[in-house]
């Protein structure tokens, strides 16, 4: 492992190096660069990062890791940087050289329309990728993010992002990767490494030991293109939406959703959205004040002037044509009235409706910017995400939930939160948002994000990624076993730890 990784004249080294191997035209160290992919939503100071590289091919990648691990210099890939409430382009730690791969390695290197596989170069983004498909004559969609259509398809997979439709798990719809290890060697999984392929990314698993998910939440490797499968785009979609008055009716809607998604009745996921998680995705905060949240009669006429109750729940149905479909939402609204409470919203309000049209384009695999409007709620673009995992249970989502309102209440924050419900699990979404220009509201951030860590972890509930700034600590909360395996690991391929030390809590003692 690194010790002592970066000092001014490694880092100097180590960019001549890189250089010589790919032009000094894609080596930027000028102080606009490098401040604006320091900068994140996140709690804290910024990290800029002593320079940023654009390799433009595979080649360049393993002349750059070559150079880093010669140098002793810590390097920081990024697809497209778009990892807002989680860190964005800035490296997790010190001294890192952010490596863009987006920027020149974008392509789509092959479609393969009969099975329906793409393989993509790092920096292909959503909205490219749905560009691409409609321009080929829509046969397929590619699941989206909620979140910013300039992600990366590989770069969402590889934090193991999510969306919404039957192909929302991103990792699990990719086949066959190349990587550049850390140790500068080229690997190609499954099939792929067999010299004659012609099934890489068709064959998931393969042969031998499943290598792909060590890639994943990790610092193993530097992954330069990758699989992805496309969904056939049905003919016709129609979502369906309730909406429900009380804040603790989220425990009956989650037991009503089960059913439905433990039986593949509703083939999406179905989203579960709070007032505010919705109302924030429209505006700015209606009165806003330093260190306090909204009061519960200010959200209520918020919740009346914008026609939603406390949760809307919502889903889709996929079809040859709308009279298939008609039946389906017939039998889920006869299913959500046996709760005796909550107004059905069509599939044509909720086209009209801002607040609800984001979820339709999400089940439609539509990129949107809807929701990045979160981040002018209050001024000053403070945005972390929270994202503990929840079984699908009335009384610990009941219980989760009140707690996390009390406790971002009690810091001066509103409660933001979305419900991604599958059939046992729901991924629990926290936007915190806040003033990151005010010192106070900043460290209220900081200590509501604690606080919210430290209570799920009672309720025994672990997140499924972090911001970069609390990578570390969630690590620390698992099994000693965990981080000695995961650095057992980092030694074999990363021998020198020259891949982003420190994320995800594996490789920490290179950067101090
Ligand atoms: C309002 C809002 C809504 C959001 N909704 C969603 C949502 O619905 N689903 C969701 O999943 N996310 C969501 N996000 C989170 C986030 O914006 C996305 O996950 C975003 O797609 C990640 O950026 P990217 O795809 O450009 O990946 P990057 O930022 O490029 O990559 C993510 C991380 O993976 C690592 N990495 C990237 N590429 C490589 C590589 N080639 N080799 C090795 N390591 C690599 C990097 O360390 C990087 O930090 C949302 C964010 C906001 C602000």
């Not at 860190?87 to 987006?102: E, F, K, M, T, W």
């Not at 009235?337 to 695999?365: C, K």
């Not at 570390?472 to 021998?495: N, Q, W, Y």
């Amino acid at each position: 492992m690194l010790n002592n990784v970066d000092t001014p004249i490694q880092t100097a080294h180590f960019l001549d190096m890189v250089r010589r191997a790919i032009g000094s035209d894609w080596v930027h160290t000028s102080a606009t660069t490098v401040n604006r992919y320091g900068e994140t939503t996140l709690p804290g100071a910024d990290n800029p990062p002593p320079a940023v590289i654009y390799p433009g091919s595979v080649d360049e990648v393993v002349a750059i890791v070559i150079a880093a691990n010669q140098t002793g210099t810590p390097i920081f890939p990024i697809s497209n940087g778009n990892n807002i409430s989680q860190g964005s382009r800035a490296p997790v730690g010190p001294n890192q050289v952010v490596v863009d791969l987006g920027r020149r390695m974008n392509r789509i290197l092959d479609f393969n329309e009969d099975m329906g596989i793409v393989t993509v170069e790092p920096g292909v983004s959503y909205q490219q990728m749905h560009d691409e498909l409609a321009r080929r004559g829509g046969r397929f969609m590619i699941d989206v993010t909620s979140g910013p259509p300039a992600g990366s398809v590989l770069g969402n997979a590889l934090d193991k992002g999510a969306g919404y439709t039957p192909y929302a798990d991103h990792f699990a719809m990719t086949c066959g990767m190349e990587i550049v290890l850390g140790n500068g060697e080229l690997l190609r999984t499954g099939d792929g490494a067999l010299e004659s392929a012609r099934s890489w990314h068709m064959s998931k698993y393969s042969y031998g030991p499943y290598l792909d998910g060590l890639f994943v939440q990790s610092n193993y490797g530097i992954v330069t293109q990758a699989g992805f499968w496309l969904m056939p785009k049905p003919p016709v979609i129609r979502s369906f939406a309730f909406t429900f008055e009380e804040d603790d009716d989220v425990g009956d809607i989650v037991a009503a959703i089960r059913p439905l998604r433990m039986s593949g009745f509703v083939p999406t996921m179905m989203r579960l959205c709070n007032d505010l998680w919705l109302l924030a995705s429209e505006g700015p905060h209606p009165n806003y004040v330093s260190g306090r949240s909204l009061t519960d009669d200010e959200r209520r006429d918020l919740q009346r002037s914008h026609n939603i109750g406390s949760w809307t729940v919502s889903g889709a149905f996929y079809g040859g044509s709308e009279e298939a479909i008609n039946p389906m939402i017939d039998r889920v609204r006869a299913h959500f009235a046996g709760l005796g409470r909550g107004r059905y919203i069509s599939h044509d309000e909720a086209m009209e409706a801002p607040t609800l049209a984001s979820a339709v384009a999400a089940y439609s695999g539509v990129p949107s910017v809807h929701e990045m409007k979160q981040l002018a709620w209050r001024p000053g673009g403070g945005m972390a995400s929270f994202t503990p995992g929840v079984p699908m249970d009335r009384d610990l989502i009941l219980r989760s939930s009140r707690k996390s309102r009390e406790i971002l209440q009690a810091h001066g924050l509103e409660y933001l939160k979305m419900y991604v419900c599958g059939p046992r699990f729901a991924r629990g979404l926290h936007h915190l948002l806040w003033n990151r220009t005010i010192k106070d509201e900043d460290c209220a951030a900081d200590q509501a994000y604690k606080a919210l860590a430290a209570a799920y972890t009672e309720f025994g509930l672990q997140v499924g990624r972090s911001p970069i700034r609390y990578q570390d600590f969630h690590m620390s909360l698992l099994g000693a076993m965990t981080r000695k395996t995961c650095e057992a690991i980092k030694d074999v391929l990363d021998p020198q730890g020259i891949i982003a030390p420190g994320r995800y809590g594996i490789g920490r003692e290179a950067i101090g």
